[in-house]
């Protein structure tokens, strides 16, 4: 069982960035591809960028070039760096976690709310 907690989220002004962290438990981190999603309301679930447990990492369109995936297995965290935020990043963002077998896990989630 693998528990992901976020952190990092909240209020921030259009044009401003935010760095959200997703923490995991287990001594097996390096093997997860690990990923942050996130739902606006009245919308589904939508990857917004991904990294492998290699080290690949991918985006979606709309945050390409805004947004930033990495992670540090030492600390088995996994981060989301967000520039330029615009009013339609807001959503509740989740933590993904894929194991070896392809068994995922989420996170809680948590909100990123852009607005002047």
């Known amino acids: 069982q693998v528990q992901l907690v976020e952190s990092g989220g ?5 044009g401003g960035s935010l760095r959200l962290s997703c923490a ?4 097996i ?4 591809d ?22 690949a990492t991918n985006y979606a369109h709309s945050v390409k ?21 615009k009013s339609d990043d807001t ?3 989740y933590c993904n976690a894929a ?3 392809r068994q995922e896990y989420w996170g809680q989630g948590i909100q990123v ?3 002047s």
């Open 99 to 101: 194991d070896l077998r």
């Open 10 to 14: 909240g209020l921030v002004q259009p």
């Open 91 to 93: 959503a509740v963002y």
């Open 24 to 27: 995991a438990s287990g001594s």
């Open 34 to 55: 690990m990923g942050w999603y996130r739902q606006a309301p009245g919308k589904q679930r939508e990857a917004v960028a991904v990294i492998t447990s290699g080290g």
């Open 113 to 115: 709310t852009v607005s």
């Open 65 to 85: 070039g805004r947004f930033t995936v990495w992670r540090d297995n030492a600390k088995n965290t996994v981060y989301l760096q967000m520039r330029n935020l």
């Open 29 to 32: 981190f390096s093997t997860y």
